[in-house]
């Protein structure tokens, strides 16, 4: 049972940069999907970015394509994600999470327990 552990949120002015990092423990990820989600006050979780094992496809929300980065490492089990040009609309607690590559694409397997990102305006 892998376990995650995101780190790296904060507070930071618009225009600024921020980067999350998502170690996996208790058990590999391999053929495992992982992603960054946000949810925002009063709304939903949205996946933000994610990124599949092996080949390192990723995939990016509409609204942080062109300002965000997700990279993972080589043994597959951490990834991070790099922000840039961070606007308050941005401001959201970020959830590492990751899914098997053959689940539905709704079904994410482990979750991490959330990292508070605040960009002031």
């Known amino acids: 049972q892998a376990q995650l552990v995101e780190s790296g949120g904060g507070l930071v002015p618009a225009g600024g940069s921020l980067r999350l990092s998502c170690v996996a423990s208790?058990?590999?990820?391999?053929?495992?999907?992982m992603g960054w989600f946000r949810q925002a006050p009063g709304k939903e979780r949205v996946l933000v970015a994610s990124?599949?094992?092996?080949?390192?496809?990723?995939y990016y929300a509409d609204s942080v394509k062109g300002r965000f980065v997700i990279s993972r490492d080589n043994g597959g089990n951490s990834i991070a994600l790099q922000m840039y040009s961070l606007k308050p609309e941005d401001t959201a607690i970020y959830y590492c999470?990751?899914?098997?590559?053959?689940?539905?694409?709704?079904?994410?397997?482990?979750w991490g327990q959330g990292t508070q990102v605040t960009v002031s305006s």
């Open positions: 999470a990751a899914r098997h590559r053959a689940s539905d694409a709704q079904t994410w397997n482990y």
């Open positions: 208790g058990g590999t990820l391999t053929n495992f999907i």
């Open positions: 990124i599949a094992w092996g080949v390192h496809r990723t």
